[in-house]
């Protein structure tokens, strides 16, 4: 044991690494690379935020005021593309790289060099993204799903995005290939696959869920390509092709694609509520189950996406039913969580704020997800603010909230230093008045019939409209708090204690100091 | 049935409040003016219920415990973490619910997608940005024109106050009877629109190629106002759907009224047209399906929409610009425009060929786009 908490000789061992930017750009350390995930992350977040302003101010009102609807499309097009693949999918694989050596008990990732080379993709695709909205043309307007035919007639930075989209594939394959290496073969003696914490289980099945869809969604997207430049008409009728076939690729990938984002966050909320309820997780037999249940349910119900394309009434039939199927497991993770919570020691530092709020607003996005999965509602409802509603209560409620919580939680821990409790208490409460303040009354707005994806609107929605883009303004100012927290944390923060959280259990909180040494277990820990 | 009450009490509270096409504040699905809408509006309301249900006692069963369980107030944490009598109990229990949920969705369904035995037949294609309608079968067969937007650009761009129906106007819209089976065949000719009109429940994809259907049977007489509901490019905003649910008097009147005008429309070729006369015509042309694309100064929006100023085609023979009105461009966003009238269509080119940097000095004459058709 102490061979293992007296880790400064090694860290000296290490001092010859490459200093400054070279130190970043040549690492292979899985806590230097899971710290670039997140502060890239970080940075897509305030670019796809920045879009996201500029959505809900021209929106402010009915008329054109600010950008022309070719600008607006193109806003809604990348918000979607750089929050997805640029900031919730890095944030969930910067925690992957952080955490899962330290909760399995092994020095580092499975394939270090790999590691640096999944992470240094991300940059020149995100470059790609942006440099798009610059070329002649301007954006792709076509909405972050890129139906054809729409993209054929897009114009060449449509191109940038599709080599985009294949960079970021890959950067996810490797990331993937990684994590289940890693957990699968690099586990310290005596902790079964029954006895990691949860948050890796969630990453092993998002990590094959992955390697399962990104080929997918690369394959749409090449075959867009094609039909754009090499006279194929994979999407167009007078060529022999279908544009529905398009939507049944993308949705494949796009499904699962939710639980990509979604389950690594179920991992981390099911770290933080056990530890603030200072009582084992209820029934993490049946969580392991649930996720691994949501995660192949999500190959079959691809196309409750598209029921208004047309598809025969046993299609849809046989899609509705296997959607609310879906219910069962979540549902099951969400009581797993309450119980876990029944009875417990209970306190409310800011991570269990986050996580309290995940629970209630995610839980929230699943019953609008009910609504929408019943064929009859959805074809009212399809496109329209009540879509926008609930993927929203599911990606910021559920996902980023669930970052934030993580964020909050494993900090001590990463940087040593203790953030400051009021302030991110402040941070989380602006944060969920907000983003219901935004999204809530979105529902409203589908419901009575608001398209998605339009830059101006009919007068009946105009009040509601008003209050969604007071909320996102508020939101969107409130993460410059997050961001001064972090920062001054990180400064100045006081001195956080090995096991900063009393209810923490897992090996980075038993066994190793805050903060860690640059090789979490150089010799595996001693389990009980 | 006090549901039915609730909406034909708020019916009345609507068809009071004048013209006022909706509330604002308004919380829930527009109020259905079809039988199928009523049974989507109820059926929303029952999974609306049953989710509120649920929400309320996990998040009391929840509630509770943040408040009686806190550290606090000195309460000590249990350590279980099982007990499988509850867990088979939470994971049959949402099931069954399900099950019971998934009949009436079932039925609805079902009868949503009858499409069998419509009284009338119309064919909606969705263009890049306005909507094509002809009517295939049934009373007033043969009739065709396209539905533009009619709200004034200045409204959209803040120099002229917004009307009442901002957005929600078209210059003709769909005329249909009351209490008869609509079907509608849905198609796209560039790309994919929907065709979607919440009071009458229906929204069906357009696919461009492809041919789909829906239907709807309007319960009462009055305007329904709907949108293009999948992103088709720059106007999918600007591309609304108007139908007009009428008497089967006042529609056998506008059947014959728009007969009248399409035997008018097929006599004019023989008028002689001079080239300022055609022009003028063409720029009111012009302004209703081309400016949109074309831009009003004829430079268009390279390269998905070229310009016609200065253009190659323009400028060059006759037959092949009137080749291209008449049969669009395969691959392009180029519709094509046969559903204009023969005068209409000479004026456009006319226009086109004698505007901006072309001065062709030529008119293009209706007998001459008569000839091409054939
Ligand atoms: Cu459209």
Redesign the pocket.
Same mark, same amino acid.
């Given at each position: 044991m102490s061979a293992v908490l007296d880790t400064h000789g090694q860290h000296d061992e290490h001092a010859h690494h490459p200093s400054g930017i070279m130190r970043w750009v040549t690492t292979t350390n899985h806590k230097d690379i899971g710290t670039m995930y997140l502060w890239f992350s970080f940075t897509m977040f305030i670019v796809g935020g920045i879009m996201a302003l500029v959505i809900r101010t021209e929106l402010f009102a009915p008329g054109m005021q600010i950008v022309d609807p070719d600008r607006f499309n193109a806003m809604t097009t990348y918000h979607g593309l750089i929050m997805v693949f640029g900031a919730i999918m890095p944030a969930f694989v910067g925690f992957a790289n952080w955490l899962i050596p330290m909760q399995i008990g092994a020095p580092d990732m499975a394939f270090p060099r790999m590691n640096n080379l999944s992470f240094w993709l991300l940059p020149p695709a995100a470059l790609l993204l942006i440099a798009a909205q610059f070329v002649p043309g301007g954006g792709a307007g076509v909405g972050w799903t890129m139906y054809a035919p729409l993209t054929v007639q897009a114009p060449m930075s449509m191109d940038l995005t599709i080599f985009a989209v294949h960079i970021l594939g890959m950067s996810s394959i490797m990331g993937s290939i990684n994590i289940i290496t890693t957990i699968f073969n690099m586990r310290a003696p005596g902790m079964g696959m029954m006895r990691i914490p949860l948050f890796c289980w969630t990453w092993v099945i998002t990590a094959f869920l992955l390697i399962a869809v990104m080929p997918v969604l690369a394959g749409a997207v090449t075959m867009t390509l094609t039909d754009r430049h090499f006279g194929t008409a994979f999407f167009n009728a007078a060529g022999g092709g279908d544009p529905v076939l398009y939507q049944h690729i993308f949705w494949f990938f796009g499904h699962p694609e939710v639980y990509i984002i979604a389950i690594p966050a179920f991992g981390v909320i099911s770290q933080i509520i056990p530890a603030f309820s200072r009582k084992p997780l209820f029934g993490y037999t049946s969580m392991v189950y649930a996720t691994a249940s949501i995660a192949v349910l999500s190959f079959l119900v691809w196309a409750h996406h598209m029921y208004t394309v047309g598809m025969p009434v046993e299609a849809q039939l046989y899609f509705m039913y296997a959607t609310v199927l879906i219910a069962v497991p979540t549902g099951v993770k969400v009581f797993n969580w309450v119980a876990t919570i029944w009875r417990g020691s209970l306190t409310f530092e800011t991570p269990m704020l986050f996580a309290l709020g995940f629970l209630f607003l995610f839980t929230m996005g699943g019953f609008t997800g009910l609504v929408l999965s019943i064929v009859p509602i959805d074809v009212q409802l399809h496109d329209t603010y009540y879509v926008v509603a609930h993927f929203h209560y599911v990606m910021v409620a559920g996902a980023l909230f669930s970052a934030f919580g993580g964020i909050y939680f494993w900090l001590p821990k990463w940087t040593g230093r203790m953030y400051n409790e009021t302030l991110g208490k402040w941070h989380f409460w602006l944060s969920f008045i907000f983003f219901n303040v935004t999204f809530f009354v979105q529902h409203f707005l589908g419901l009575a019939g608001m398209p998605r994806r339009i830059p101006d609107y009919s007068l009946q929605f105009a009040e509601f409209n008003v209050i969604s883009s007071i909320g996102a303004w508020g939101f969107g100012l409130a993460q410059i708090l997050f961001l001064y927290i972090v920062v001054s944390t990180i400064r100045s923060g006081k001195p956080a204690e090995q096991r900063q959280w009393e209810g923490a259990d897992s090996l980075e909180w038993t066994h190793l100091p805050s903060p860690p040494p640059y090789h979490s277990f150089e010799t595996p820990p001693v389990l009980r | 049935m006090s549901g039915k009450f609730v909406r034909a009490a708020a019916g009345l509270a609507m068809a009071a409040s004048s013209a006022v096409a909706q509330a604002a504040y308004q919380l829930n699905l527009q109020e259905p003016a079809s039988h199928i809408g009523e049974r989507v509006h109820d059926l929303h309301t029952i999974i609306l219920v049953i989710c509120l249900a649920i929400f309320i006692g996990v998040f009391g069963v929840l509630g509770y415990s943040l408040y009686a369980h806190r550290k606090s107030k000195g309460h000590v944490a249990a350590q279980f973490h099982e007990n499988t009598t509850v867990e088979v109990l939470w994971t049959v229990i949402p099931f069954v619910i399900l099950v019971l949920m998934a009949w009436p969705a079932t039925t609805t369904l079902l009868a949503m997608r009858d499409t069998t035995q419509p009284d009338i037949t119309i064919k909606v294609t =969705?263009?890049?940005?306005k909507?094509g309608y002809d009517y295939l079968k049934g009373d007033g067969e043969g009739i065709s024109f396209l539905s533009n937007l009619a709200t004034p650009h200045n409204q959209i761009y803040e120099q002229a106050p917004k009307g009442e129906n901002y957005l929600l106007e078209v210059d003709n819209p769909l005329v249909v009877p009351v209490g008869r089976k609509i079907r509608v065949l849905t198609t =796209?000719n560039d790309?994919?629109?929907?065709w979607y009109v919440p009071a009458l429940a229906v929204k069906q994809d357009?696919n461009p190629g492809f041919i789909r259907d829906a239907w709807f049977r309007a319960d009462r007489e009055g305007t329904y106002r709907g949108?293009?509901?999948?992103?088709?490019?720059k106007?999918?905003a600007f591309?609304p759907i108007v139908v007009e649910v009428v008497s089967q008097e006042k529609y056998a009147a506008w059947v014959g009224e728009q007969k009248k005008k399409m035997a008018a429309l097929a006599e004019d070729p023989n008028k002689t047209w001079d080239l300022a006369a055609l022009a003028e015509r063409g720029e009111k042309v012009y302004q209703a399906n081309c400016v949109a694309c074309h831009q009003p100064n004829g430079k268009g929006q390279p390269p998905a929409f070229p310009a016609l100023s200065g253009s190659k085609l323009v400028n060059g023979p006759k037959a092949d610009q009137i080749g291209l009105v008449l049969n669009g461009k395969q691959g392009t966003a180029m519709a094509s425009f046969k559903q204009l009238s023969d005068v209409e269509l000479a004026a456009v080119i006319t226009y086109t060929r004698n505007s901006w940097a072309n001065k062709t000095g030529e008119a293009v004459l209706p007998a001459e786009v008569t000839a091409a058709r054939k």
């Open positions: - | =969705g263009y890049q940005w909507w =796209g790309v994919i629109h929907a357009a949108q293009c509901a999948e992103l088709c490019g106007d999918h591309m």
